[in-house]
DNA sequence: CCGGCTGGATGAAACGTTTTAGTCGCTATA
DNA sequence: TATAGCGACTAAAACGTTTCATCCAGCCGG
């Protein structure tokens, strides 16, 4: 019952192998009669279809991957969400592979899923610089879209909100409230989100001409502990030196350093404001409501995964498409306060 | 370049084609010149194995799944964490899929893992009843084992933390603080964790005998947005018949409690007292730092995988174990507060 | 009554591996 | 000197599909 084939469902049913391909495959070429008893078979000897066999004919399987910086981040769980819905519809199977930020994870997941001859790739990469790994499953033929990740090249899709102006909508506010001494959080600053927003950051500061300072303190990974931990050095300072406000590259760094200030009895945003990114579903729910940059981040799987899906379809006709969301600034408690000018 | 296969390699390298796959799978019983020229070859096409045929050949993938209830809940990112660590380490894939606690979900992942042979499967099954599509892949021999569900069958191999117990720690807790209206919120009642962790819950009120009443609220999913509605309800209750406290089937929903009773002005814990399950890490870093019942999550997925692949690895002789973890109460501030009798 | 057409079924090739049995030339042993 | 043994390599079968070229019977129009 357990391992019958094809050929043993013929035989049992009394007609050719091929006959029963086709009722898999092309169920009205034929006839009701037959059919039934193919399908009884099928079902007496327990069949179940082999995807390996099916996949080495076809040359390709009909699995699609994501590969996000980190499974545990509440915003690529969204993005992924958005992603399964439009693949599962579509019949296929997403596999999520998690890079945890790291290169060589990263080629690593790409070397497997290129043996794997997947039907496509979305990915949000972990360095700026070229992949080479990714341009082998280019050359492959396997549809390739970015994540997250900026206008990228000519030779791929991509869906990206734009974190330059993210990083400006936060700096723009933070000013606006009076600051002149911030902080930006964040690192790797391999990671491209992280360079990008902050580079919003800096032109809004440098645009604003008010001799505002910004400091940029890296961390080691886009975490809470990270961000507790980068806090407590910022924390370390005499209080002159000290910055009255944090813009953080992600609300998990935000909420770390929230725990740790609000732990050394400083309090929040009356002694030190801070501004997250991603606005995922507990920046609200936090000590202090956190202040965040929101992306439409089940959009944006759903985007992607149409446009692979699409690519992977027309195949030569194909042109490739960017499609950039923008971001919105979601003002809460961690920031709202109306302050006087600081130096 | 970009599609050769073994055979092309061979001619390339003027061998025949058993040595290549002998250069990729023993590369020590081929004399080193003719290995190089075989992985000049390789290099030289572009050559990268098919897994497709690799798996026909071998009768089963080297791709473990898992199934969670929701990827998008921090407590199961984190047993994947677990779980990747052990799988990759042994070369092989892991490859999370998503039921989203529906039963149909489940089981159309449950036929397409079957079809592609995975080497294995690691799932939290949505209900408690039989899932005969679960009995489908052991009887083909593929190793299954349990996720946070309870001791089992003897048919597999299972992990758990004591629901029960946790139940009973969280409700021997409140009772403590003389709370004598208590609810316990969370659902549908068709997930096993949460039936099990309202008997614990049920069990130390009977056995404490001091008439404390126990009420329930079923949700529709364990979200956050589920645990605001279900406060909104409990509040519109007259305030002598509304509980002093509420115990939640997970984070979550208590977050969403959270909210909501501090964004209807009443004080978290004098007015309502919340503990939560899972302790995730934004239980501390919440509006009122959490208690909650803490479960050793990335243990968890570690454990799990060992025991899948352990299983995988010995075939016939091997003995299905049953590895149960004890939680453990976090009393934060939510829930802590000395409090007078209440009724 | 014949030729062509059609719906329904068949047989065989092909996809790219891995593995097993076997071949071949050498060297060490009796 | 025959032979057993060994190292290095080869040839072919097998894994389970899908697809394509055939084939066959029956039916229609002429």
Redesign the interface.
């Known amino acids: 019952?357990?391992?019958a084939n094809i050929k043993q469902v013929a035989r049992h049913a009394g007609v050719s192998l091929g006959t029963v391909s086709n009722v898999l495959n092309r169920p009205d070429s034929v006839a009701p009669a037959t059919r039934q008893r193919v399908l009884d078979a099928i079902t007496e000897l327990?069949y179940?279809?082999?995807?390996?066999?099916r996949?080495?004919r076809a040359g390709h399987?009909r699995t699609v991957a994501i590969v996000v910086l980190d499974?545990?981040n509440?915003f690529f769980?969204?993005v992924?969400?958005g992603a399964?819905q439009v693949v599962e519809e579509a019949g296929a199977?997403l596999?999520?592979?998690?890079s945890g930020g790291d290169n060589a994870r990263e080629r690593r997941?790409l070397?497997?899923l290129?043996?794997?001859?997947v039907r496509g790739v979305l990915i949000t990469p972990v360095g700026h610089g070229p992949q080479p790994q990714l341009e082998?499953l280019i050359?492959?033929?396997i549809p390739v879209v970015l994540v997250d990740r900026g206008t990228g090249r000519a030779s791929r899709c991509s869906v990206a909100v734009d974190d330059v102006l993210g990083g400006r909508l936060a700096m723009d506010h933070l000013l606006d409230q009076g600051h002149q001494r911030i902080a930006y959080l964040g690192g790797p600053l391999s990671i491209a989100q992280v360079a990008d927003r902050h580079a919003g950051a800096a032109a809004a500061v440098e645009e604003r001409g008010t001799g505002a300072e910004l400091q940029v303190a890296v961390t080691t990974s886009l975490t809470?502990a990270a961000g507790r931990r980068a806090a407590e050095q910022l924390l370390a300072l005499p209080a002159r030196q000290r910055p009255t406000a944090v813009f953080c590259a992600n609300d998990l760094i935000a909420?770390g350093v929230?725990?740790e200030v609000t732990a050394r009895g400083l309090r929040v945003p009356a002694d030190v404001s801070i501004v997250g990114y991603d606005d995922i579903?507990?920046a609200?729910?936090?000590?202090?409501?956190l202040s965040s940059v929101r992306q439409p981040r089940e959009q944006l799987g759903r985007t992607a995964a149409q446009l692979l899906l699409e690519e992977a379809e027309s195949g030569d006709t194909h042109r490739h498409r960017h499609v950039v969301f923008q971001p919105e600034l979601v003002v809460r408690r961690s920031s709202e306060q109306p302050r006087r000018a600081r130096r």
Request: aromatic share 2%; with cysteine.
């Open positions: 019952m357990a391992g327990g179940v279809r082999n995807d390996s066999a996949q080495l399987s499974v545990a509440p769980t969204d992924v969400r399964e199977m596999v999520v592979c998690n997941h070397e497997l290129e043996e794997q001859r082998k050359d492959r033929g809470v909420l929230l725990q579903e507990f609200d729910a936090a000590a202090v409501p």
